[in-house]
């Protein structure tokens, strides 16, 4: 077993998604079997108490990785030296709101944290923002985080990948790993683009094997693009083991890679596809030596470009919203 622990931060770590999280940390599920780790654990202060609460459920089921857990409500001793941060403290979406409705009231969470992080965390930190809206919530924190290279400021797109790697597995009555080079464009919201071209089924592309485009266009599609609030409606909160799960699949394969997969993951654009640089957005990537890469060379038809083109634009749009609040 390595010496060292892993140093994690988990913000909102009372919530819903935390308490399915921090589980998954302290068994091992996203540094392995051989790391211990500590955990950090930010909360706002009315939410302390039953932080205390989980912390004891922790202790009591007695983890042999986890090395410590500390508690607080100031982000920058909460954020000191930390190598992974998982912003997940954010208010979630009601019925019949947009998760871009919560730019106002959580973009502001995210300014403070990205500048805790820049000054308190490891050199090598990876951050992880999952609170929605979760692309331009990453996007603050990376402005607020000059010295911390941009490349460490993903969101998450990886419940929306699994979804879409369930939804088709459903229809063509396979396995979801049967399934290969799924992946989503966009933004974390409704107009998100899981793009059944290149995914693969059987050595040829999905959109082959279903070889129905109306159910691409006006089932599948919407369907895993409005997934969080079906299940909203259905459980009358938004999805909390799921986003748990998702979070641990895309920290896990950023720190131990993909061994040349494909996975989701919302990350500053370079400008590949006509995505504009400034907006944090999701594109296939692979993982290797803990370094993302998009996927290059595609072929994107008329189709996926005005799909993809949309969701960017959204993003472009809550880009303008933060900048005029003067958070980034
Ligand atoms: N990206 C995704 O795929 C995805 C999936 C599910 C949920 N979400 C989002 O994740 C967020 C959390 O969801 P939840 O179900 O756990 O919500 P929740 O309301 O159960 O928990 C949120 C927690 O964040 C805390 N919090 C609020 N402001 C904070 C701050 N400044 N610092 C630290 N903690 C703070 C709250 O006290 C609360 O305990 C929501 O924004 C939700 O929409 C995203
Ligand atoms: O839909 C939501 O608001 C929660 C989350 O983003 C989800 O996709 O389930």
């Not at 082959?208 to 266009?217: C, F, L, N, R, S």
């Amino acid at each position: 077993m390595s010496a060292t622990p892993v140093k994690v931060a988990v913000t909102g770590a009372a919530g819903n998604i935390g308490y399915s999280l921090l589980f998954r940390i302290a068994a091992g599920d996203l540094f392995g079997p051989d790391t211990p780790v500590e955990l950090r654990l930010l909360e706002i202060t009315p939410a302390l108490k039953a932080l205390e609460g989980v912390v004891m459920e922790l202790d009591d089921s007695a983890f042999p990785l986890l090395a410590g857990v500390q508690i607080g409500d100031d982000a920058t001793k909460v954020f000191d030296g930390v190598n992974h941060a998982l912003l997940v403290g954010a208010k979630p979406r009601g019925p019949g709101m947009e998760r871009g409705d919560l730019l106002k009231d959580n973009g502001g969470i995210f300014a403070p944290q990205g500048k805790a992080l820049n000054e308190v965390a490891a050199d090598d930190i990876k951050v992880t923002v999952t609170g929605n809206p979760a692309n331009t919530n990453a996007l603050i924190a990376m402005s607020n985080a000059p010295d911390i290279p941009n490349e460490r400021f993903t969101a998450l797109t990886r419940l929306d990948h699994n979804r879409a790697l369930a939804q088709l597995a459903a229809k063509l009555g396979v396995k979801t790993t049967d399934i290969t080079q799924m992946s989503i464009w966009g933004n974390h919201s409704a107009t998100q683009y899981p793009d059944l071209f290149h995914a693969q089924v059987g050595g040829r592309s999905a959109a082959e094997a279903v070889g129905d485009q109306d159910w691409i266009a006006n089932t599948y599609i919407p369907t895993v693009a409005k997934r969080g609030a079906a299940i909203i409606e259905a459980r009358g909160a938004s999805s909390a083991a799921s986003a748990a799960s998702a979070t641990i699949d895309h920290a896990r394969d950023w720190e131990h890679g993909t061994d040349g997969a494909w996975v989701s993951m919302s990350v500053p654009s370079d400008g590949s596809y006509g995505v504009p640089e400034g907006i944090i957005s999701s594109f296939p990537v692979t993982v290797a030596d803990g370094k993302w890469s998009i996927v290059q060379g595609l072929e994107i038809d008329d189709f996926s470009r005005g799909k993809i083109d949309a969701s960017v634009q959204e993003l472009q749009s809550e880009r303008d919203t933060v900048k005029e609040l003067g958070l980034i």
